[in-house]
């Protein structure tokens, strides 16, 4: 069984940062496209940001020049800055490893709450 383990979620005021780290068995992460996912209370699960095993990135809309995503294959881990917060990005937040046709990994969650 694949873990991804996750740290860095918490509560912090409308405005502020967070860094939100994901580590990856050793034997996948190269291979892997690492995203980070959110879901909010009655809401179904979205792409937040994710970085292919090249190094580029795609975010969603609603991050974009706000979060940045990057990887350290060096360490397995794979990072979410998330800066300039809104109570909307409240959720919790998800990171998959994904390899097409081989796997679809995920950890299991970390709270974000961001208060007005």
């Known amino acids: 069984q694949v873990q991804l383990v996750e740290s860095g979620g918490g509560l912090v005021q409308a405005g502020g940062s967070l860094r939100l780290s994901c580590a990856a068995p050793?034997?996948?992460?190269?291979?892997?496209?690492m995203g980070w996912y959110r879901q909010a209370p009655g809401k179904q699960r979205e792409l937040v940001a994710r970085v292919f095993s090249d190094g580029t990135t795609n975010y969603a809309e609603s991050v974009k020049g706000r979060f940045t995503i990057s990887r350290d294959n060096s360490k397995n881990t794979a990072y979410l800055q998330m800066n300039s917060l809104k109570p909307e990005d409240t959720a919790v937040y998800y990171c998959?490893?994904?390899?097409?046709?081989?796997?679809?990994?995920w950890g299991q969650g970390t709270q974000v709450t961001v208060s007005s």
């Open positions: 050793g034997s996948i992460f190269s291979f892997s496209t």
């Open positions: 998959n490893a994904f390899w097409l046709g081989n796997y679809n990994y």
